[in-house]
Nanobody, 125 residues
Framework: QVQLVESGGGSVQAGGSLRLSCAASGYRYSRDCMSWFRQAPGKEREGVAFVDSDGSPRYAESVKGRFSISQDYVKNTLYLQMNNLKPEDTAMYYC???????????????????WGQGTQVTVSS
């Protein structure tokens, strides 16, 4: 059973930066896959970024060039470095995991089995 705990959220002004962390237990880095999602009030949960099976990062168009996903396999921790934050980035950010990386549409929440409790990110203008 995979357990995920996010941290690092907070309130920043537009243009600021935050680094989110997701500590995983029961995670098998050689076989499992991890990702970041977010959900703003009144909106559906959307994929932000994930690390594909070959180690390549994949990003939603809305965050390309501003966000960077990385994974520390020794610490079993997933990170999301968020730079040049915008008010539209305000959301609850969730870490997700599944056995094996999804082929194709990784951005659908239904394709991920394990979820953390989320960490709130608020960006003011």
């Amino acid at each position: 059973q995979v357990q995920l705990v996010e941290s690092g959220g907070g309130s920043v002004q537009a243009g600021g930066s935050l680094r989110l962390s997701c500590a995983a237990s029961g995670y098998r880095y050689s076989r499992d896959c991890m990702s970041w999602f977010r959900q703003a009030p009144g909106k559906e949960r959307e994929g932000v970024a994930f690390v594909d099976s070959d180690g390549s990062p994949r990003y939603a168009e809305s965050v390309k060039g501003r966000f960077s996903i990385s994974q520390d396999y020794v610490k079993n921790t997933l990170y999301l470095q968020m730079n040049n934050l915008k008010p539209e980035d305000t959301a609850m950010y969730y870490c997700a995991a599944r056995g094996g990386c999804p082929a194709g549409a990784w951005w659908f929440p239904i394709r991920w089995n394990y979820w953390g409790q989320g960490t709130q990110v608020t960006v003011s203008s």
